[in-house]
């Protein structure tokens, strides 16, 4: 049996806008090229050896050979790449080769997906893989795989990430998965309706391991639920970077404002390995009332004092900011800016809320009857795809643009950035076909 994979192109969030690329085209956020998501990896992973499997990413240019013969094309997708991954599953279709679609969008929206293949994978795919194998080789695939038991992590293969061909791509770092699932329900997050509301902790062993296999030494844990505070979440991670401190390594570690105000826990993280902090702010409660009218000044003080707490420990931290939630208004941009300046971050990003199925947001904005069009294209988190709350489409755009603008001018590339300081938006979370 031969199967390809497949991980179609997408938009990143400044393309199309030119004129904000040139403002940040210095400062490494906006653009990369970076091998896909862990998906395809744990899948050629769990593949039994005797089964070939290759690999094509889209977004390299790596040609699509539709009449290519093998048995299973196997597409796993996150919004902004799903009108792409629908062409490729269609035009195989054309020529009877079978194909399955899974990962965040298709869970979300399986209906929509099962249009475009002959199976759909809902959820996480390690416990299913083996019976979507038997079930292509009886020749009877069925419509729709869906675990009825959630990974063990313990039985979380390290990816095969020897299916990227490394002169591909400019990116000298590697993604881990530390944790599956999360209770907190942010709105515009899917990992709860695709992993489950139940954190499970990834053995610590078994993480260094991945990190002892993979050809570089920095890496990027992919889930922020390994820094929510809690001693379990606290005790979880200090006991990865007890380990990790015994390796050469860097580590990119992705969090919202909901962080520990305890500066010998950064020291910790930073004898670990850790270089930097990705921090989204926008679904966590403490980063929404800080934008919010109720706001204090000491609590408006408290979250500086946070971003300088981690910073004085020796992480970067890098802030992404998200706009367009029904909580805020204009009023938002001048806010961020101010906090940006007076926390003294030098590295950012800005993304519009976008409703993506899957998520809270996502099905309040459907019920509402807000989406503007399902040109999965621009729901890239750069363009605006629903109706505001406290906005009008254009005026969130135009806000969008002052952010970037207004942040980067005159603003000094920071020299010492390591190469993976770059952000995936949505992509960053697809863990799972």
Known sequence: MRLRLIYPKFRKFLEGHEALRQVVKDHLVGDYTMPPSLALPIIAALTPPEIEVNLTDDNVGQRIDYDEEIDLVVISCFTPQAQRAYEIADEFALRGTPTILGGIHPTGMPAEAAQHADAVCVGEVEPVW????????????????????????????VPRRDIFSRDL???????????????????????????????????VECIIEDIKSMPYREFYFTDDTVMIPGKKSMKFILGIMERTAELDVSIFLPSTMMMARDPSFYDKLRKGGATSMYTVFGYDSVSR?????????????????????????????????????????????DKILKFSDEAGIDLAEFFIHTPFPGTPFGDIASRQNRILHRNYHLWNTGNVVFRPKNFTPEKLLEGFFYLWKGFYKDKAPKQTLR??????????????A
């Open 289 to 333: 009332h800080l934008f919010s009218h109720d706001c204090t000044r000491a609590q408006w003080q408290e979250c500086i004092d946070l971003v300088r707490m981690i910073e004085d420990a020796g992480i970067h931290f890098f802030a992404s900011y998200g706009v367009g939630f029904d909580d805020q208004d204009p009023s938002i941009f």
């Open 169 to 203: 791509y400019k990116w000298d770092a590697h993604l881990v998965i530390t944790t599956r699932g999360c209770p907190v329900r942010c709105e515009g997050c899917p990992i709860p309706n695709k992993e489950g509301t139940l954190i499970r902790l990834r053995p």
């Open 130 to 157: 083996h019976e979507i194998l038997d079930d292509l080789r009886r020749g009877t695939l069925k419509r729709f795989y869906h675990a009825t038991e959630p990974l063990p992590m313990a039985q979380m293969p």
């Open 419 to 432: 190469s993976f300081e770059i952000n995936e938006s949505q992509g960053g979370s697809d863990q799972a």
